[in-house]
């Protein structure tokens, strides 16, 4: 599985963003598509995930109620909807697929390049 992921960039705090994440190279009804940050000089942390079938979701707490995960079936593409960000929230972005529903980054199996996200205070 191929992952591109998009839509980083320079906002202002309190402003939004929203990243895709586009993948190809196999079917996904089983898994599981994951978002996972990581700033500098910090460990990788667990953002949002979405089960591909059926669309549950759950985020890690420090985005909850702020962002938002969804998927497009038809074109094998999730999003993270970014609102309210703050400054902390600047980090580089993955997109992750894997087959468990877990928030451990290392169970994830394929991932994306990366996407830079940073917010201005």
């Known amino acids: 599985v191929q992952l591109q992921a998009s839509g980083g960039g320079l906002v202002q705090a309190g402003g939004s963003l929203r990243l895709s994440c586009t993948a190809s190279g196999r079917t996904f009804s089983r898994y599981v598509m994951g978002w996972f940050r990581q700033a500098p000089g910090k460990e990788r942390e667990f953002v949002a995930r979405i089960a591909w079938s059926v669309g549950t979701t759950y985020y890690g707490d420090s985005v909850k109620g702020r962002f938002t995960i969804s998927r497009d079936i038809a074109e094998n593409t999730v999003y993270l909807q970014m609102n309210s960000l703050r400054p902390e929230d600047t980090a580089v972005y993955y997109c992750?697929?894997?087959?468990?529903?877990?928030?451990?980054?290392?169970?994830?199996?394929?991932w994306g390049q990366g996407t830079l996200v940073t917010v201005s205070s």
């Open positions: 992750a697929i894997g087959g468990l529903m877990t928030t451990i980054w290392s169970l994830y199996d394929s």
